[in-house]
């Protein structure tokens, strides 16, 4: 691991908060009411991956390009994950904006917005050779993912009713 800026780690975050920072004025139809239930242990990992995550990925520069060879797929399937989180925010800023639009799975991937930046900075983890974001990035998922998973069961049962 080398300390040090990563753009790299940069542009991904970029990615993640963009889309996220529309939201806050675009959020689903009745969010609110999911949110006040939220697992408070699965909101300390959620809270604590993401400063992990955002630290770790600025301060080691592993992520940053090197010259090409078949570990670099790594950082393309992260950056084409990263994409894939793009389309899914685009997605739901042009759909209706109920909690059914915001848990659509895409590709078959189940929760898109919170699985993919997930696995994204789980397989940059892997093209850096960085244990510590890779460790952050599980403490993120169990949190981040966790959450929405229960979020989309409830909207699950409420449509089934």
Do not use: C
């Amino acid at each position: 691991m080398h300390f040090g800026f990563s753009y790299v780690g940069l542009v991904f975050l970029i990615m993640l908060f963009v889309p996220n920072a529309f939201w806050t004025k675009n959020q689903p139809k009745d969010y609110e009411k999911y949110v006040v239930k939220e697992n408070k242990i699965l909101l300390a990992f959620e809270r604590a991956g993401q400063m992990l995550v955002t630290t770790a990925v600025l301060i080691f520069s592993d992520f940053n390009l090197r010259p090409w060879s078949l570990w670099s797929l790594w950082l393309l399937g992260a950056f084409l994950l990263m994409v894939l989180y793009e389309i899914h925010w685009i997605r739901y800023f042009r759909s209706e904006k109920t909690m059914h639009d915001f848990y659509r799975s895409i590709l078959g991937i189940p929760i898109a917005g919170a699985t993919l930046p997930v696995m994204a900075f789980f397989l940059l983890s892997i093209y850096g050779r960085n244990w510590i974001l890779g460790i952050s990035t599980v403490i993120l998922g169990i949190g981040h993912i966790g959450i929405h998973a229960v979020h989309q069961k409830e909207v699950q049962r409420e449509l089934e009713k």
